[in-house]
């Protein structure tokens, strides 16, 4: 098969993140030529084409947005399809899955693609010593076997029936076998564009590659120039100045700017995005679940979203599964805010006031710093003394985020629940970024693993939606609001009818998928 629709998920057009185009062409008008410029946040100076490290947006659009390709793709309905893979085919327990390499690619530096750039490539993320986080997806493959120059066999230590997906994660680039260290350096990858220069922090420019495997259909832009602007600001202001055709992240208090330019339109997709506040469950005061109850029930959700989101998304319930996932609990009971239950709590924990740092950022999400203030308003009503500590932007996610005990946070949430799970949630893994295990909860880790190689949907729902119980009541995630996201576009890049709601801009794809209008 060479595409696969999530059982039920998507189905509707707000979760599909269907967007009107505005009376642009679609798709099949697209020309060729032009040099798209976008104006991105999450640089950093320590940036590089090493996908292990890849955390924010810059790198994601340079890298597998356009430099590098994975064994599959998410598309923009949220199917997935293949990209490096041409097909792939799983045992009846899921356990074991043949993948179906295209023939043809080349990567840009002129060796052709193959069965061992796939191992190589990912052995890369459980080699001694590496921080990936993609290792727990690929430490569940307990077998890499060639079995023919452009086929890969995996077997698994449990059937998982996301598999595939979780071959697209944007950590698991595909380099050249024996050349890695070379592309690493180089940025030499098969995607649609070609590096010509790399500035880490500051800019990535590209030009399209040409006979690329993926033909006329996508990849229309001559040169994509990606330029490093973290500050919220600057980038409105390079969009409305036209020195670059569009932005991620804009910010919701000067949204009205924007919309009163006719040459701007903006895009706003529902997905799977999270603002939160994980704390360390391993560390005090943090490690008493009655403390993890109290700050639960001290933060008032809605008003978060009507303050920092300005409307643009929805109150979250403490589990980083969201609306546009197959098992979303929706019917649970909603946590809110209630600071004589706050109390309660820590009158449970022996305690009759509290007080603790919160880290934050505008690194973390738009608005983080006016949201943890409004996080230490609501709770001091609760007796819960919030002392929020502003950090520098720059070195933000080095620095603080799974160091600091409670800090604020963003996820783009992920395409399954597994993989959202296993990439925060199971007990060791390299993002958990509440250190949440065993001690906290066996029956959680052991669900986690019973669910992955589930295939009945419907016992998956039930176990999906206890585990989802179980971080609501006990887990060291605060989770008040998912955000849509909320891009903006000049009227001189058009884009199709449909824009992925899994990453900011597209999935990260607009050099893919977008061209000049």
């Known amino acids: 098969m060479t595409r696969i629709s999530r059982r039920g998920l998507l189905t509707t057009g707000a979760a599909a993140g269907v967007l009107a185009a505005s009376g642009l062409p679609l798709r099949a008008q697209a020309k060729k030529g032009g040099r798209l410029r976008a104006g991105l946040s999450g640089a950093n100076t320590s940036d590089s084409w ?67 750039d796939v191992i190589a490539s990912l052995q890369l993320h459980v080699a001694e010593g590496a921080k990936s986080a993609a290792k727990p997806i690929v430490e569940t493959i307990t077998e890499m076997k060639k079995t023919g120059d452009l086929q890969v066999q995996f077997t698994l230590a449990a059937g998982n029936a996301d598999f595939p997906y979780l071959m697209s994660d944007y950590h698991l680039l595909m380099y050249p076998a024996g050349q890695i260290e070379e592309a690493i350096a180089r940025g030499i990858g098969t995607g649609l564009y070609q590096v010509q220069s790399f500035e880490p922090g500051v800019r990535m420019v590209a030009t399209r590659y040409p006979d690329h495997y993926k033909g006329d259909e996508y990849g229309h832009f001559d040169e994509i120039e990606y330029i490093a602007i973290n500050d919220n600001t600057a980038r409105m202001n390079a969009l409305l100045t036209g020195q670059v055709d569009t932005i991620n992240r804009i910010d919701f208090k000067t949204e009205s700017l924007l919309r009163a330019n006719p040459m701007i339109r903006i895009q706003e997709v529902t997905g799977n995005q999270q603002y939160t506040f994980p704390m360390l469950t391993n560390v005090a005061p943090f490690d008493d679940v009655n403390i993890r109850r109290a700050l639960k029930f001290a933060i008032n959700r809605q008003e978060m979203v009507d303050k920092i989101l300005l409307g643009h998304g929805r109150v979250g319930n403490d589990t980083p599964i969201g609306p546009a996932n197959q098992y979303f609990f929706e019917e649970m009971e909603q946590t809110s805010y209630d ?68 800090c604020a946070c963003y996820w783009s949430g992920r395409a ?102």
Not at 482 to 495: C, G, I, L, T
């Open 50 to 116: 090493d996908g292990r490290t890849h955390s924010d947006l810059f790198m994601i659009a340079s890298a597998n947005g356009a430099v590098f390709d994975a064994l599959t793709e998410v598309a923009a309905d949220g199917s997935i399809k293949g990209e490096l893979a041409e097909s792939w085919e799983a045992s009846p327990d899921a356990k074991v899955w043949t993948f179906n390499l295209r023939s043809g690619v080349t990567f840009h530096n002129g060796k052709a693609f193959g069965a061992d």
């Open 339 to 406: 600071p004589d239950k706050a109390k309660f709590y820590l009158k449970e924990a022996g305690l009759s006031s509290l007080d603790i740092d919160l880290s934050a950022s505008n690194a973390a999400f738009e608005g983080a710093v006016d949201a943890a203030q409004l996080y230490q308003a609501s709770a001091k009503a609760a007796g819960i003394n919030i002392n929020v500590v502003q950090e520098p932007a720059d070195g933000y996610w080095s620095n603080v985020w799974l160091k600091k005990p409670f």
């Open 416 to 517: 399954t629940e597994d993989w959202m799970f296993s990439s925060a949630y199971e007990e060791g893994v390299p993002w958990n970024d509440t250190q949440w295990g065993r001690e906290d909860s066996e029956r959680f880790q052991d669900l986690l693993i019973e669910a992955r190689a589930e295939l009945d949907s419907s016992k998956r729902r039930e176990m999906y939606h206890e585990m989802q119980q179980i971080l609501n009541e006990d887990g060291g995630l605060v989770l008040p609001m998912f955000a849509n996201y909320v891009q903006a576009v000049s009227n001189k890049v058009a884009n199709p009818d449909v824009v992925g709601n899994l990453w900011q801009m597209d999935n990260a794809r607009m050099a893919e998928r977008w061209w000049m209008a």
